[in-house]
């Protein structure tokens, strides 16, 4: 890892064991004496913020495991017990099921500012693509994590997402009889899932120790977007600054978690999900969970079967390509005049994705999806390529220490 | 030599674990036994009636239809039709309809007597499908499936 590893433990003993195993002088030089740039914002504080989030849901994700049981004719049956009879059930519960939702409400957040500040140009690609690797292992988590509940939404949740693969050709059907292990989502869809919702979240951990390493590999981008030049000028050392500025950031986002826990607990679940699987009655609205949805619309947009599936994953995968389609020099949004006008509309496509994925495929809705579709992947494939060829940006600062000067300056004249 | 046995020894050595790796996944004996043939009595499903029964873990519509049903089913165009078939190669008898009941989109469960042909009508995406289970309107490329059946008497119907 870069960065300066001069470190030398205190005591005798920490010099005997660090000459056997140097994991103190790691950590030293990782999250102590690790430069990190002078201007960053606190939108870069959300890869701390999601690093907690893991932690939280493997803690009250193996604490649930101790009382549920997965089998189609005890799971539902055996969170009632953990919401009512288990000490605290309740709360360990309610944690989970909304820490997966502030787990994507951050991991978008730290996505946005990616695509905002332009962090996965060269060298950060790799960085990034693996930041996409775990984006996709948490949508594969948070879903086979909701059918563990055995209610109705989890069911046919369960039966419409697995059914996408029945959309590839001549494999398909025997691809989703292998999914399930039978003729439909049953006991033996319900046993694998479970065994995949405790597994994945340590291969998200996995791939984030490797998406660390790579950060601390290339150095953090920042918000203006420059490389550093001079690590004396550019760089303030991890502790405290970066330290203590995550732990404020933290502190604020672990309020907005509880708010939700203490007062609005099931505002992001359905209730239809209270109701046990009925496999011969399909609830009259089908809605994934709010992280899902803009990725639903766009499934419901195009009117053939293969057609939206293969839509609705593109529209994730070609993420990994974004170091590519972009073809701009300048990283920094704040430096791209027109790029940041196509970035918010992106944004507000996006969002309104997700608000047509919960109302009915009918009529309007269906034709807001179409267009907003348009735009999503038009962004990446048109506008990113074209842009850089024809946008004049605005005179980048020559260094970090240069263009934060300059902006002190400027705020005290 | 020895690089080229150890590699083939080697190459057979993850085929033959990764088989039983992949292949533990796929429906188990219990499974398939219980998705044996079922059978139906038909006495008691009025003219008009949908009767839902379960076989391998999915709901089978049996539709005891009505003169006029049949004749919507029969009198339509091929060419009207996404995915075409006659009704006569989906009926053994004109009064009697058996499909799975899992829409062909995404594998809801359609709704009997709805929708603009009165067939069913998917509420997950909007599919509609005639009184012979066609589709014909919305994203479902493909008609109700028709299971294997009998009519081992004149009551007495059999799935599987
Ligand atoms: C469990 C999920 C994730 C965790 C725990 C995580 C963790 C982190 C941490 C600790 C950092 C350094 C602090 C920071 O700059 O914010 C970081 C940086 C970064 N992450 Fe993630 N990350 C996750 C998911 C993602 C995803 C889904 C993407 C993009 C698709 C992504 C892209 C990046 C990039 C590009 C950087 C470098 C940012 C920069 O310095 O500008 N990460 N991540
Ligand atoms: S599952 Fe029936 S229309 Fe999509």
Redesign the pocket.
Known sequence: MSGPSTYVPKSALGRWFESRLPIMGLIHSSFVAYPTPRNLNYW?????I??VM?MVQIITGIVLVMHYTPHVDYAFNSIELIMRDVNWGWLLRYTHANGASMFFVA?YI??L??LY?G??KAP?EV??IL??I??LL?MATGFMGYVLPWGQMSFWGATVITNLFSAIPLVGEAITTWLWGGYSVDNPTLNRFFSLHYLLPFM?AGV?VL??WA?HVVG???PDGVEVKNVARDTVPFTPYATLKDGFAMMCFMLFFAWWIFYVPNYLGHADNYIEANPLATPAHIVPEWYYLPFYAILRAVPSKLGGVVAMFSAILV?CFLPWLDTSKVRSAKYRPVYKVFFWLFVASAVGLGYLGAMPAEGGYVLASRLLAVYYFAFFLIVMPLLGLFETPHPVPASIADAVLKSTHSAKA | MLFIATGAVGAVAVGSVAWPLISQMNPDASTIAAGAPIEVDLSAIAEGAIVTVKWRGKPIFVRHRTPKEIKEAQDVQLAQLPDPQTDAQRVKKPEWLVVIGVCTHLGCIPLGHQGEYEGWFCPCHGSAYDTSGRIRKGPAPKNLEVPSYAFTSDTKLTIG
């Open positions: 870069w504080t959300f890869g701390g999601l690093s893991l991991v730290h996505m500012r990616g500040y962090s996965y950060r960085l990034w930041g996409v775990i984006y948490m998200i984030v998406h660390v950060l953090q981008n920042n993420l």
